[in-house]
Nanobody, 120 residues
Framework: QVQLVESGGGLVQAGGSLKLSCVAS????????MSWYRQAPGKQRDLVAAITSGGSTAYADSVKGRFTISRDNGKNTMYLQMNSLKPEDTGVYYC??????????????WGQGTQVTVSS
């Protein structure tokens, strides 16, 4: 099992910045990719950014150039630096991890989420 704990959310004015963190614990060996998802009120949960264990990254078009995903493998921590925030960035941000296991196959885990609110 993998436990994911997010932190760093809060209330910020449009144009401001926040940095989210996600700490993984438990059976972290075998995690091949980690991602940030966002869920706005009344909407589906959408992928914001992803990073592989090798450091490859991908971003949703809506956040390219404003958000940066990174990870510190030694600390089992993933980050999301969010700059130039917009009201439409408001939502609950969830950490997600994909893990491959030899016997159990692929596994997927979610954190509990952290609220980000951007005021106009």
């Amino acid at each position: 099992q993998v436990q994911l704990v997010e932190s760093g959310g809060g209330l910020v004015q449009a144009g401001g910045s926040l940095k989210l963190s996600c700490v993984a614990s438990g059976s972290v060996f075998g995690i091949v990719a980690m991602s940030w998802y966002r869920q706005a009120p009344g909407k589906q949960r959408d992928l914001v950014a992803a990073i592989t264990s090798g450091g490859s990254t991908a971003y949703a078009d809506s956040v390219k150039g404003r958000f940066t995903i990174s990870r510190d493998n030694g600390k089992n921590t993933m980050y999301l630096q969010m700059n130039s925030l917009k009201p439409e960035d408001t939502g609950v941000y969830y950490c997600n991890a994909d893990r491959n296991t030899l016997l159990g196959g692929p596994q997927n885990y979610w954190g509990q989420g952290t609220q980000v609110t951007v005021s106009s």
